[in-house]
């Protein structure tokens, strides 16, 4: 889950907007951030760990001038977390590629070796975005050899479809190509989110933008045109001009966790709207919570993602809604934190429990989600702390019992509060009075409702349907072991324990 953007305008440089941009994408990425742009003749850098607002500065405006431009925001999935894995990546040849991807590649290790062994190429990374990066670049080169250099689109256009065919996993990118423009595709199965926006101009020429998610063409006054197809690439040529390519026949299957818990409730992604459809969790979800019978003082949400299911719940009970939990703004969002104990720590940091909402009180506490139950474990003690009597809690979407490969920062099942558990022992582990979770059949009905013409979702965190090739049990049991996950988790646990503190069964 990284934020990506591009500008191609007529008249005005482009870094301010792209700045303002990936403010509005930050949600996205805490790690590490980075922007392109083009003059025309030569590519303006700067990258860097840490926030937009950290990153960049008003100096950077004079340096990175340009008409096109493109920017990113890291959240650490796949590689490592250090500042070399900042994006965006360049290859000199052909043309001279910069690249800004959000995703993941699931056949990595094959490509990697043929990318070293078969085109002699040095990878500086252990990103899958450099991989995916380097593949572009062999099949343009390729298509150069067999059309010549006379028409670029064609040979950009072709060099995408040979790289569909050959990457398999997620993937939305958006690539600056020097002397032709900026090229943005994505994956046959649309699981990351692609939009593309326009600006007309006081000359009545049109500048286009492409972003992860819509909220960030408002800022800069771009009018949504329509979502990225999946297997579509796009051009905007360096005379401003679009064109669009079906590179591949695709099927719409998007990630439903992007209407859970990473989009913002004011994008619309493929038609759907993020805040309505957490509208639509909250129905189901009362359904449930009416059906279990519990003495329920208060509804609690957990801010700010829960908010809007929390108040539909509260609406379709009748149950009093409150805000019992104190958010401190200056603080990020702990799911993506880059490791498990900075996580913890931050939790803290994070929130604080009003004791007039809870002392002596049967709060129900509503969570978008419950992933490694960190976060919602210190809440539920924080909320004890502060008088509540009894503390039952309501998850917006299902048990996440399966890794995510496909660009969300669930790469193992050790981490994963639901793997090998039942709802009683989950309940028992989190310290809760009562534990409910939304329906998977729910969840699908409350996205599908905002477009019914998508007939399938990607839920693979939730029913371990995994809808690309090479996500084998081999494959999984690769990124259980990998240095990615000992890093992010921390030293390994204890014999006899999970990451999460549960108990394993030992053999002998």
Request: hydrophobic share 40%; aromatic share 8%.
């Amino acid at each position: 889950m990284c934020g990506i953007l591009g500008i191609a305008s007529r008249t005005d440089e482009v870094f301010a907007e792209i700045y303002d941009g990936l403010l509005m994408l930050q949600h996205r990425g805490q790690d590490a951030s980075g922007i392109v742009t083009y003059t025309g003749e030569n590519f303006r850098e700067q990258k860097a760990t840490g926030l937009v607002k950290d990153v960049f500065d008003a100096d950077d405006a004079k340096v990175l001038t340009g008409k096109v431009g493109i920017g990113h925001v890291r959240y650490p999935t796949a590689g490592s977390l250090n500042a070399s894995e900042a994006q965006p990546f360049f290859v000199n040849a052909p043309y001279g590629i910069y690249l800004v991807h959000n995703g993941n590649i699931t056949n990595t290790t094959e490509q990697r070796e043929k990318i070293i062994a078969k085109y002699s190429r040095h990878l500086r990374t252990t990103s899958d975005s450099e991989i995916l990066l380097n593949v572009l670049a062999d099949k343009i080169s390729d298509s150069i050899k067999v059309n010549g250099t006379a028409d670029p689109k064609r040979n950009l256009f072709a060099g995408v479809k040979m790289t569909m065919e050959r990457i398999q996993g997620a993937y939305s990118v958006i690539t600056l190509i020097a002397g032709v423009g900026m090229l943005a595709f994505r994956d046959p199965h649309g699981i990351r989110p692609l939009s593309v926006a326009q600006r007309t101009n006081e000359n009545g020429e049109h500048d286009y933008a492409f972003a992860s998610e819509d909220v960030a063409f408002g800022i800069n006054e771009f009018e949504k045109l329509r979502d990225v197809a999946p297997g579509e690439a796009i051009l905007i040529d360096l005379d401003g001009n679009m064109h669009s390519f079906q590179a591949v026949e695709g099927k719409l299957t998007p990630c439903i966790f992007e209407y859970v818990y990473l989009a913002r409730p004011d994008s619309m992604l493929d038609g759907i709207s993020v805040y309505k459809t957490q509208l639509r969790m909250g129905q189901t979800l009362a359904k449930q919570i009416q059906d279990a019978n519990l003495e329920i003082d208060s509804i609690i949400p957990v801010p700010d993602s829960a908010r809007p299911v929390a108040l539909e719940v509260a609406n379709a009970t009748g149950i009093r809604y409150r805000e019992g939990l104190v958010k401190n703004r200056y603080i990020g969002r702990t799911f993506i934190m880059p490791g498990q104990a900075e996580r913890q720590k931050s939790v803290r940091r994070k929130l604080n429990a009003i004791p007039l909402e809870m002392k002596g009180l049967n709060i129900l506490l509503i969570d978008d989600s419950i992933v490694r139950g960190n976060t919602i474990k210190k809440i539920v003690q924080m909320c004890r702390d502060a008088g509540a009597k009894k503390v039952y809690v309501a998850s917006a979407s299902p048990p996440v019992k399966f890794p995510n490969v496909y660009g969300i920062d669930m790469p193992t099942k050790r981490e994963l509060v639901a793997d090998n558990r039942s709802i009683e022992e989950i309940q028992l582990e989190l310290g809760t009075d009562a534990l409910i979770y939304q329906k998977l059949e729910d969840l699908i009905w409350a996205a599908k409702e905002g477009n019914k013409d998508i007939q399938q979702f990607d839920c693979s965190c939730f029913d371990g349907n995994y809808l690309t090739g090479s996500v084998s049990d081999s494959y999984l049991e690769s990124l259980e072991n990998s240095n990615r996950v000992s890093e992010k988790m921390g030293a390994a646990p204890v014999a006899g324990e999970s990451w999460n503190g549960a108990k394993l069964a030992t053999n002998g």
